[in-house]
């Protein structure tokens, strides 16, 4: 069975603290791995996709890295404006058909 | 270019009521699917179609119908709706490679 694994649940940091977020995966027929934030009462919102593992990608404070088991979303110095869910993603090939199957997320914090 | 358009953005129905969410886009996209997305439990896909007249069920689709007449639509019926719905839900597309584009969200409540 397809299944992504994001750690930890709930993550406060300091403004400036540089942390990183889990994404762990098990999935037959990898198309892809998607990286989301989510604001409350919002949808998510793209920000990364990576395909093979040593990829690397970045945009602004964040850097997503991926693994054949597992994927990283670095935050450097974060702001109080990074403050939202992240959600991982991965978008899987069952019989014939692709589909995406996210994990629960990780709510980020940040305190000026 | 507006994106994802879902109306209404909230909803109160009675358990046996029916309805309809509402699902729009205008990036010409083939792939349209709907998500739930309750606490704890992460977005679960309910059905998928990958193009007009093509549909399909994902990991959630009980209760749930849907169908596709145009590239642009693909609206979600609850045909007799009960608390286990309620739930906030989730229309997205994409094209080939790119990221999926979701749309803001549909909180429905059934009491």
């Known amino acids: 069975e397809d299944q992504v694994t994001q750690s930890p649940e709930a993550l406060r940091l300091q403004e400036g603290e540089s942390s990183s977020l889990n994404c762990s995966y098990t999935?037959?027929?990898?198309?892809?791995l998607f990286w989301y934030r989510q604001d409350p009462g919002k949808g998510p919102e793209f920000l990364f996709t990576?395909?093979?593992a040593g990829e690397e990608k970045e945009k602004e404070r964040l850097k997503a890295t991926l693994t054949k088991k597992e994927s990283f979303l670095h935050i450097t110095a974060p702001k109080p404006e990074d403050s939202a869910t992240y959600l991982c993603?991965?978008?899987?090939?069952?019989?014939?058909?692709?589909?995406?199957?996210f994990g629960k997320g990780t709510k980020l914090t940040v305190n000026p | 270019n507006a994106g994802v358009t879902q109306t209404p953005k909230f909803q109160v129905l009675k358990t046996g009521q029916s309805m309809t969410l509402q699902c729009a886009q205008d990036?010409?996209?083939?792939?349209m699917s709907w998500y739930r997305q309750d606490p704890g439990m992460g977005l679960r896909l309910i059905h998928y179609?990958?193009?007009?007249?093509?549909?399909d069920q994902g990991e959630v689709p009980n209760g749930y119908n849907v169908s596709r007449s145009t590239t642009e639509d693909f609206p979600l019926r609850l045909l007799s709706a009960a608390p286990s719905q309620t739930s906030v839900y989730f229309c997205?597309?994409?094209?080939?490679?790119?990221?999926?584009?979701f749309g803001s969200g549909t909180r429905l409540t059934v009491v």
């Open positions: 997205a597309s994409r094209e080939g490679p790119y990221g999926y584009t």
């Open positions: 999935v037959s027929g990898l198309r892809g």
């Open positions: 990576l395909y093979s």
């Open positions: 993603a991965v978008q899987a090939v069952q019989g014939g058909s692709e589909k995406l199957v």
């Open positions: 990036m010409n996209h083939e792939y």
């Open positions: 179609s990958v193009g007009a007249g093509i549909t």
